[in-house]
């Protein structure tokens, strides 16, 4: 047995299956949820406390690894802009 | 080899831009000082009213060491407007209630004492609060401790209560060292408020846990990131190193302050990722001022501290930038490493601008971004490539190529044991 699978167990495996199935997860719902806390959930989450590791979760979410980069707008087009804050 | 003579930046300049960052204090005190600003199209533009008026602060402090009287004077018109935010009934309650927090909840306060207007009730309750033994019950990173004991300077300045750990700025990122290739957004923040609080804005000469050479030299990466980054927030504040520092400029530091320079230039204001054009246009009115000043008024601030610290140090970047009589290739070398890479940067117009002479001394900033590129990338051959180049022009002996080469040593190690 490959050291993934052994991480579960016949039964979990059954659960993740039978969630996946009957569409008792709302993956759409949830994409919706935290995509208005991504960019902030980003920089303000911990890492998760794996000490006891006795908690099984059936959903899990991946942050992507490093630093996301919001790009700057065309400096051109912020000229527009620097009327209104200086008046 | 002739002897270059090196200027330092027009002074009236730097009046101009601290004045610019001043009036938008203003601007940003009476429309964010009560309520703070919250975008209902944008969660991230989220301003709380304490942040700006402690930024407020923090610019009046560093502004009030410039001597040009129309600075002095603004900083005192300033400070007249931002004492009943620092010192209102919100303030008071923080104080007593939060003991833990209450230098935080007394920073505007305190910077404005500093200036000469001071509040005598205010500090008797700050004081009855902090000796309450709830005060040392909060735990802080390095940098905010290093921050609570400035504080606590600025407060006992007129006593002779000292009561500081001798060991705390080594274990901030000024003793341990800022990874030059790898570190994160968090870890530069970390390192340029360690600075900015150890040396009490520059005011205070105070021994360094290391040598400053080795702290330049890691702020010199930093830079090379925050511009490649376009990340002109952090940048500002990384350039801060040398005013605080009272060190000269090298000419990476001195390219970076013509960088910023000539971004706030082109776009009127020192600009961060979070101002949306097409939000602003969808706003009117007040909205619309509203929504400009909470998502500029920070960078805008950066700006105006940089420009206060280099005209209250005397110590500023060299104008023209200086000419390397080396003229070896390096920079040539690198820097067609970097175009590679489809989208150019806004310091690369500045770069081709310049003199191949003066590129010459800029060889040491675009390595550290080429490695910084090609290490965010997880692109070994790309490093292995730009430290190719740094050692056929002897630039090896930087900490960003040591850390790089001790990268593909682990990485080589790594994959014979797979």
């Avoid at chain 2, 927090?101 to 200036?115: E, G, K, M, P, Q």
């Avoid at chain 2, 300077?153 to 341990?176: F, I, V, W």
């Avoid at chain 2, 246009?281 to 400009?292: D, I, K, N």
């Avoid at chain 2, 080469?405 to 990485?411: C, E, K, N, P, T």
Wanted: glycine residues 6%.
């Amino acid at each position: 047995m490959s050291a993934d699978k052994a991480k579960l167990s016949e039964t979990e495996r059954e659960i993740v299956k039978t969630l996946l199935d009957t569409a008792a997860v709302d993956f759409k719902a949830i994409g919706e949820a935290l995509s208005r806390y991504g960019p902030s959930a980003a920089t303000a989450l911990d890492f998760e406390d794996v000490f006891c590791g006795t908690m099984r979760r059936f959903v899990r979410v991946f942050r992507l690894a490093g630093e996301v980069q919001v790009p700057l707008e065309e400096l051109a087009r912020l000229r527009e802009v620097s009327g209104e804050l200086h008046g | 080899m002739p002897e270059e003579r090196r200027g330092l930046w027009d002074e009236a300049d730097l009046v101009r831009r601290l004045l610019r960052a001043l009036e938008v204090a203003e601007r940003a005190l009476k429309a964010l000082g009560l309520e703070g600003y919250a975008d209902p199209e944008n969660p991230e533009v989220d301003v709380r009213p304490e942040k700006v008026i402690s930024e407020t602060a923090l610019l009046l402090l560093a502004a009030h060491r410039v001597r040009e009287p129309n600075a002095r004077r603004r900083v005192h018109h300033l400070a007249g407007l931002l004492a009943p935010f620092a010192r209102g009934e919100r303030v008071r309650a923080g104080i007593c209630l939060e003991p833990q927090l209450a230098r935080d909840h007394a920073f505007a306060h305190t910077c404005l004492s500093v200036i000469g207007y001071r509040d005598d009730d205010l500090d008797r309750l700050l004081s009855a609060s902090l000796q309450d033994q709830a005060s040392s019950g909060h735990e802080r990173l390095a940098h905010r401790d290093l921050e609570q004991e400035w504080l606590a300077r600025l407060q006992n300045q007129h006593s002779a209560l000292r009561c500081e750990d001798d060991r705390l700025p080594a274990r901030s990122m000024l003793g341990t060292g800022l990874d030059p290739v790898g570190c994160r957004r968090d870890d530069i923040y970390a390192f340029t408020h360690a600075l900015i609080y150890f040396t009490d804005i520059g005011s205070r000469r105070h021994q360094l846990p290391r040598p400053v050479t080795a702290i330049v030299e890691e702020a010199e990466s930093a830079l090379a990131r925050c511009l490649d980054d376009e990340d002109y927030d952090l940048g500002g504040e990384v350039l801060l190193t040398w005013p605080l520092l009272h060190q000269r400029w090298t000419p990476t530091a001195s390219f970076g302050f013509v960088a910023l320079a000539t971004v706030e230039d082109a776009a009127g204001f020192l600009p961060a990722p979070i101002i949306k054009v097409d939000r602003y246009r969808s706003l009117t009115g007040e909205a619309r001022s509203r929504y400009v000043l909470a998502t500029t008024y920070h960078t805008a601030y950066v700006m105006g501290l940089l420009c206060a610290c280099i005209l209250g140090s005397g110590c500023g970047p060299d104008s023209p930038l200086p000419h390397s009589f080396a003229g070896r290739g390096a920079s040539e070398a690198l820097f067609g490493l970097l175009e590679q890479e489809g989208r150019a940067r806004h310091w690369q117009a500045t770069f081709t601008g310049l003199d191949p002479s003066q590129r010459e001394d800029l060889a040491p900033m675009l390595l550290n971004m080429s490695l910084r590129r090609a290490t965010r990338a997880v692109d070994l051959p790309a490093v292995r490539s730009a430290l190719e180049i740094g050692a056929a022009y002897g630039l090896t002996s930087t900490a960003s190529a040591r850390r790089s080469a001790a990268l593909l040593r682990r990485a080589s190690n790594a994959a014979v044991r797979v």
